[in-house]
């Protein structure tokens, strides 16, 4: 019989990857604003005004830096 408690958690979609600008950093806790204009903030290395890739809370890397689109459908 399977674990019960991985089937559940493969029913759970994944962190979404989010893009925002770096604003601060204080004791390794960087502050980055995504387009909406919300904050939120993150664990890793990255310097102020850099454009950042976040999921779950931790930096995944440099995002580049283009112009932001929304489309509603």
């Known amino acids: ?3 019960l408690l ?3 958690k493969s029913l759970l979609p994944d962190s979404p990857l989010l893009v925002g600008d ?3 950093i ?3 806790i960087l502050a980055i604003e995504l387009p909406d ?3 939120i903030t993150a664990k890793g290395v ?3 005004g850099q454009r950042v ?3 779950g809370g931790r930096i995944e890397g440099l995002a580049p830096t283009l ?3 929304e489309v509603e459908i």
């Open 1 to 3: 019989m399977a674990n």
């Open 53 to 55: 890739f976040v999921r």
């Open 22 to 24: 770096v604003l601060s």
């Open 67 to 69: 112009a932001y689109v």
């Open 26 to 28: 204080s004791n390794n």
């Open 37 to 39: 204009g919300s904050q």
């Open 6 to 8: 991985q089937q559940f």
């Open 46 to 48: 990255a310097t102020v």
